[in-house]
Each structure stands twice: as structure tokens, then as C-alpha cells.
């Protein structure tokens, strides 16, 4: 999917300079910042991500009930 991105000239060439400095394209710096941005706010970025959180979450849960069955 492709969709327009607008950046002042200052941002862009900083950008550019950032690109040329860590050898990466813009399109491998914009995937890494959008990566870090959905992190940080704890949404996952693909269904997979998304199974794994939900398998984790329940996991404490299953993990309790098997120990109080323990305990009988």
C-alpha cells in the first residue's frame, strides 16, 4: 500500500542525511519509526503479534488453574 507523506524541507533533508548516514532508505526509516511509534503505544502491528499477546495474557490464567488442580 502507498500513501503520500508530506515533510517540510528541514525534516526531509534531515532525514535524507540520517538515511545516507546508517546506510538505509527512507522507506526502511519510516517502517522502523512506525514499528517503534506502534510499540509505544502497545498496539500490535500484525495479527500474529496480535495472537501472541492474547496466547500470553491468557497464559497466567491456565497457568493458575492447573495449580490449584495440583493442590486437591
Known amino acids: 500500500m502507498r500513501k503520500v507523506i508530506e515533510f517540510d524541507d528541514g525534516t526531509y533533508q534531515a532525514l535524507v542525511q540520517l538515511g545516507r548516514d546508517r546506510m538505509a532508505t527512507l522507506q526502511e526509516l519510516a517502517d522502523e519509526s512506525f514499528a517503534d511509534l506502534l510499540k509505544k503505544h502497545g498496539v500490535p502491528k500484525d ?26
Open 47 to 72: 495479527l500474529r503479534e496480535a495472537l501472541r499477546r492474547s496466547a500470553k495474557a491468557s497464559a497466567p490464567i491456565a497457568k493458575r488453574k492447573k495449580k490449584t488442580a495440583r493442590r486437591k
